[in-house]
């Protein structure tokens, strides 16, 4: 193999036709439990990280989805290896002393009849909302009925089983804006007006719920860490169930990652630092936060990593 240094990128040029090809052949492989265990984890302690948060884990059936249209709660993808495999990843985080946290999706469920949720004794009511309210328009997903007995208990046990049976350390719940309101958060501008949270459109359901798989989550492994995706400010979301409140431990800062891609869209000189301050430290008193640099949504809404931004075209990446 020989490496050609230009002023402005590198490229691998290979001069054996057979390491060309052996490298084509993984080019479009999708990476596995293992993989991540040997070569992704050791290289994310050494860089100093103390936490990974794992995406895809329930098993679903469009791979373009990141693991958001779940098919099956209680199974860890196939795609990515056996349950096995994923216990030995686990494993060896731990041994590097790292926390491991799962991406859940507890929020919506996929659309499909034939392995999925949806239609499983024949109506479309047995673990959501009959007819329009029961469906996403924009994720083609159908909505949890959080006020059924069956539903609370499939999904508690569910929460449940991941931390018992595979030792996850907590949770990053997804979508948690779209399951406390009935307008789902979209198309909804929330100014931090008490109406704009507590009232009709509010799902009190869904927000028992979260409630209770907080109180759950807490109250049999007191050191696990819940963390939810809002992007509206609800009031009470880091408050502990005790209390009042929803209980989760950290508010997920979504903005941030948004106002950072939003930037690099401008030029340097054009970046008000009143604005970024405000995005920084817009949010309530004492709330404990997480926030990302970059997220999977922006891959989802069709823009680009901040690597490719910052790069661009003067890199060539990707084919060998």
Known sequence: MKFDLYPSFYTAKFEDLAIQKYYQKFESMINTYANFRDDVLPRIKKLGYNTVQIMAIQEHSYYASFGYHVTNFFAPSSRCGTPDDLKSMIDKAHELGLVVLM??????????????????????????????????????????????????RYLLSNARWWLDEYKFEGFRFDGVTSMMYTHHGLQVAFTGNYNEY?????????????????????????EAISIGEDVSGMPTFCIPVQDGGVGFDYHLHMAVADKWIELLKLRDEDWKMGDITHTLTNRRWSEKCVCYAESHDQALVGDKAIAFWLMDKVTIMGKL
């Open 103 to 152: 991406d859940i999706v507890h929020s919506h469920s996929s659309n499909n009849t034939l392995d999925g949720l949806n239609m499983f004794d024949g109506t479309d009511s047995q673990y959501f909302h009959s007819g329009e309210r029961g469906y996403h328009w924009m994720w083609d997903s159908r909505l949890f009925n959080y006020g059924h007995w069956e539903v609370l």
């Open 198 to 222: 507590f009232g009709l459109t509010t799902d009190v359901d869904a927000v028992v719920y979260l409630m209770l798989v907080n109180d759950l989550i807490h109250g049999l492994f007191p």
